[in-house]
């Protein structure tokens, strides 16, 4: 159970040191109550008080992983419901369906399919992590034989099956990817815990409600079962939401830990538009697996850019590294021009230097990830910033015509930082839609 603050409290030096950053213990013990401290800020509580409070420590849900290697995917260890309260800390794993009852060839086609299933966004990577095998043709062999084949296209495994014959069969070929093993009901608990303890994989408790759901992981738990999913059986979708909206306030607001598990969920009826819209709807509340039975780049993209977006910290911009580009075979000639290192900046103005087809130089400024006009009103952009940034990025060895183009909408800065670096300063376009023009017309016609 966990502790209040004031049972933390008693628990505490009481010496109000302030070395854990708190003014008081008391303001310690409530913030750790709260989840938003950790006990190891506090390097003066003892080993008793260590012990005891480890409950009230313990994040209120478990990390689960699956996979191993390149292919490993996390799930759970949440600790807000709203996103900005802090941030969502395991971006929602998406899954792919591989059924075991398509024939060899489709099978193998779909499997190549999905282990092509990744895309680049703002300079983030964003697969489909894993595969979802599902046990459709009730045949323990084919189930196997169609793990083997999702082993193989180094995405994490999901097995999909409430057999536990058909389970072992599988686990007898792909134990060492650590698949998730999903999973475990009321009826067949004692066998798939007994399965997935052996193979050492996680295993998810399927239930209709969430007290069926907690009553069941208590009981996969006495099993010797640590690393839990869970999953809402039910096809009432309002139901479904409101059931897992309910299980993450338990589990995050009451610290309930029979529900202090990541959830799987899946969207993987009806058209790929309402797959997508209806996983969509799963990862904002509050799915930390999704699988979907598309896998149609055009529906998986969309899916896949409202997981990046959610899960981005709210505190901190998505940021490039700031340092010289080259986009196309630039060269000596090739003009120079400055931005900020905020992604989403950055990657429209290389898109759009891309465009073009002149090859050419871009320094990324860091300017803490902020925008042009953001970056200069905060004095994040000034002219001693960008000078220091062509003096690391070498510029001078780089292009050999001492000309810096810069952003129109900071054309307020051009003779300081002419002053600043001795270089000649051209003011470029505010848009940078217009880059493909400026460069073709006002470069062009600087050589
Ligand atoms: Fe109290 Fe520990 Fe914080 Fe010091 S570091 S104020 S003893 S909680």
């Known amino acids: 159970m966990a502790l209040s603050g004031l049972e933390i409290f008693k628990l505490l030096p009481k010496t109000n040191c302030k070395k854990c950053g708190q003014p008081t213990c008391l303001a310690f013990a409530m913030a750790l109550a709260q989840k938003k401290v950790s006990l190891e800020q506090c390097p003066d509580a003892s080993p008793q008080a260590r012990e005891a409070l480890a409950a009230a420590a313990a994040p209120p849900m478990r990390l689960v992983s699956f996979g191993l290697g390149d292919a490993a995917a996390k799930t759970g260890q949440e600790t807000v419901l709203f996103r900005h309260d802090e941030k969502f800390h395991s971006p929602t794993v998406v899954a792919a369906t591989l059924p075991d009852d398509l024939p060899a060839a489709a099978a193998a086609a779909r499997a190549k399919a999905i282990q092509a299933l990744a895309f680049e966004r703002v300079g983030q990577k964003m697969p489909v992590q894993a595969v979802a095998v ?4 009730g045949d323990a062999g084919r189930f196997a034989a169609t793990a083997q084949l999702a082993k ?31 999973g475990a009901t009321d009826a067949n608990a004692a066998a798939m815990a007994a399965i997935a303890k ?18 069941l992981t208590e009981k996969l738990k006495a099993a010797g079962c640590e690393d839990l999913v869970l999953c809402l059986e039910t096809l009432d979708r309002w139901a479904e939401m409101r059931g897992l909206t309910l299980m993450r306030q338990l589990a995050l607001k009451k610290n309930f830990r029979p529900l202090g598990y990541p959830v799987i969920a899946f969207a993987a009826d009806g058209t790929p538009e309402a ?8 990862i904002a509340k509050y ?16 899916l896949l850019t409202v997981r990046q977006n959610i899960y ?40 759009d230097v891309e465009a073009s087809r002149v090859p050419s130089w871009i320094l990324c400024v860091d300017t803490e990830g902020t925008s042009v006009l953001t970056a200069y009103s905060g004095d994040k952009l000034n002219e001693k910033i960008v000078a220091k940034a062509m003096k690391t990025a070498n510029v001078e060895t780089v292009v050999k015509h001492r000309k810096l183009i810069i952003p129109g909408y900071v054309a307020v800065m051009s003779g ?15 848009e940078s839609s217009i880059i493909p023009r400026y460069l073709k017309e006002v470069w062009a016609g600087q050589k």
């Not at 052996?198 to 009553?215: G, Q, R, T, Y």
């Not at 797959?275 to 799963?282: E, F, I, K, P, T």
């Not at 799915?287 to 969309?302: Q, Y």
Request: with cysteine.
């Open 152 to 182: 193989d296209t180094c995405k994490a495994v999901i097995l999909v099956t409430q057999s536990p014959d058909a389970a072992k069969a599988a686990l007898a070929h792909v134990k060492d990817a650590k698949p998730l093993l999903c």
């Open 275 to 282: 797959q997508v819209a209806r996983a969509s709807a799963l």
């Open 198 to 215: 052996d193979a050492k994989c996680p295993l998810v408790a399927i239930a209709p409600d969430a007290e069926a759901l907690a009553a």
């Open 134 to 137: 599902l046990n459709r043709s």
């Open 287 to 302: 799915a930390g697996i999704v699988v979907v039975d598309t896998i149609e780049p055009w529906a998986l993209l969309p």
């Open 312 to 351: 981005t910290d709210p505190q901190k911009p998505v940021q490039v590294e700031p340092k010289l580009y080259a986009v196309g075979e630039a060269g000596a000639d090739s003009p120079l021009m400055f931005t900020t290192n905020f992604s989403l900046t950055y990657y429209t103005v290389e898109g």
């Open 416 to 430: 300081k930082l002419e002053e600043e670096t001795g270089w000649e300063i051209l003011v470029g376009p505010r």
